[in-house]
């Protein structure tokens, strides 16, 4: 099992930058290396969408067509954290973004869905204002 903590949400003008930070908490020294880990978001009214993933190494990543080349996913296993650095955003970013962390440990494929991740954040707002 593992706690997630989102921070870096916020309120920005369409074309601005937002960071999200993901801290997560472990029983297991070590455990959040082991697992992959993604980004999604929901807005009301919609399911939920993937935004991102990477890897539990790091070095595989994965997105959501809407997002390539705006957004960049990133960990940090060092300190149990994962990041969400979100360039040119638009009005149509406008979502609560939700951290979680997959349940297959040392998954090496392509296939991500919100029914993968076992464990979630409780959110952080993003507003673009047009």
């Known amino acids: 099992q593992v706690q997630l903590l989102e921070s870096g949400g916020g309120l920005v003008q369409a074309g601005g930058s937002l960071r999200l930070s993901c801290a997560a908490s472990t029983r297991t020294f070590g455990a959040f290396g082991q697992y992959a880990m993604g980004w999604f978001r929901q807005t009301p009214g919609k399911e939920r969408e993937f935004v991102a993933a990477?890897?539990?190494?790091?070095?595989?990543?994965f997105y959501a067509d809407s997002v390539k080349g705006r957004f960049t996913i990133s960990r940090d296993n060092a300190k149990d954290m994962v990041y969400l650095q979100m360039n040119s955003l638009k009005p149509e970013d406008t979502a609560v973004y939700y951290c979680?962390?997959?349940?297959?440990?040392?998954?090496?494929?392509?296939?991500?869905?919100?029914?993968?991740?076992?464990?979630w954040g409780q959110g952080t707002q993003v507003t673009v204002s047009s």
């Open positions: 990477i890897n539990y190494s790091g070095d595989t990543k």
């Open positions: 979680a962390a997959d349940r297959r440990p040392y998954y090496r494929g392509s296939a991500y869905s919100g029914s993968d991740f076992g464990s």
